[in-house]
């Protein structure tokens, strides 16, 4: 059994060699994924494998966040930039300062945009 999941991986290697004009990013199994499935990000985000916890970070909800310690898959996505937090969750990802323009109430977005 462990010599089939060595050939495997070293079939991967070697089909991921062969195609020197893609990158590839691995996910938590070790499977290539193409980093053009994650061209369809927004501005400000990146395709990256995160992990479950901590969730994502929203204006309302920057601070730091505690996991427990366990084993977890990461899952490819696009997400926020370092420094840049989604403005809702599903919404857009803006800077810490923009995050001051959002009114929340118990972490609800209460007016979309306050001038």
């Known amino acids: 059994m462990r010599s089939l999941v060595v050939v495997f991986f070293c079939c991967v290697a070697a089909t991921v060699a062969q195609d020197q004009d893609t ?67 599903g919404g857009v990802c803006v800077t810490e300062k923009q995050c001051s323009k959002f009114k929340f109430i118990n972490k609800f977005l209460i007016n979309s945009y306050l001038d």
């Open 23 to 89: 990158e590839y990013l691995f996910s938590g199994i070790g499977l290539p994924i193409s980093q053009e499935e994650g061209n369809d990000c927004g501005p400000n985000e990146v395709y990256d494998c995160v992990y479950p916890c901590p969730p994502l970070k929203t204006c309302a909800d920057r601070e730091e966040y505690s996991c427990l310690e366990e084993v977890m898959f990461c899952e490819f996505q696009c997400v926020c930039k370092p420094g840049f937090y989604l403005n809702k969750p």
